[in-house]
């Protein structure tokens, strides 16, 4: 079955400390790969995406992603965050036929 | 163009009672689909149409959930007979069909409380 993990469902950090978020997908031939963002009470907004070539993605905020494809995994990372990167992170997987997310992890930067 | 809009933000229903939400897609985004999500999960995938055709039905769509898009721009998802376990964020989303990979663009969703 087409599935998407996310293994912590919080995470908690001091701000300008990095963090990972991470998740792994179960295998495709070929899938695209998404990272969403949802603040409070809002709809998700796309954070980045993979769909080919260099294997690592940046978002205009500072946060990146790399595709593994013999580990199935797309992790998101940010070296240094702030207070604003508070929120719930999906990883979403297009898997052609169906656009699967995972259960999501909260980010909580403390001051 | 402003985006995914939906209506209402917020509603409150009694048990039993019918409720209907709107979604207006980005205007040249020929896809809209529907999602649930409730509270610590991800959006659920519900429905999706292509054009005014609904193509696709999650087998959570139980019979008392209907949707359309009659003129295959806004769409509504209609709820009837409401109940508790009907609350949750129903988001509404949007994409071209040129391919795959561009993603959707997200509504803010309508959050439903079912009392």
């Known amino acids: 079955a087409q599935s998407v993990t996310q293994l912590d469902s919080q995470v908690p950090v001091f701000e300008e400390a990095p963090v990972e978020l991470r998740c792994n997908y179960s295998?495709?031939?070929?899938?695209?790969l998404f990272w969403y963002v949802q603040y409070p009470n809002q709809g998700l907004q796309l954070l980045l995406k993979y769909l080919s070539g260099s294997t690592l993605v940046e978002s205009i905020n500072g946060f990146e992603a790399e595709f593994n494809k013999s580990q199935t995994s797309f992790h998101l990372r940010k070296p240094s965050v702030h207070i604003s990167d508070t929120a719930e992170y999906f990883c979403?997987?297009?898997?052609?036929?169906?656009?699967?997310f995972g259960p999501g992890t909260r980010l909580s930067v403390l001051p | 163009d402003t985006g995914v809009s939906q209506n209402p933000r917020h509603k409150i229903t009694k048990r039993g009672q019918n409720v209907t939400f709107r979604c207006d897609p980005i205007?040249?985004?020929?896809?809209l689909y529907w999602y649930r999500q409730t509270l610590g999960q991800g959006p659920e995938f519900l429905t999706y149409f292509q054009n005014e055709a609904q193509l696709e039905k999650s087998r959570l769509l139980s019979d008392r959930f209907s949707a359309e898009r009659p003129k295959g721009s806004f769409s509504t998802l209609e709820i009837q007979r409401t109940e508790q376990g009907d609350s949750a964020m129903y988001l509404c989303a949007s994409s071209l069909v040129l391919g795959r990979g561009y993603g959707y663009t997200f509504g803010s969703g309508t959050r439903l409380t079912v009392v």
């Open positions: 295998s495709s031939v070929s899938v695209y």
């Open positions: 205007s040249e985004h020929n896809r």
């Open positions: 979403a997987v297009d898997y052609g036929q169906n656009f699967v």
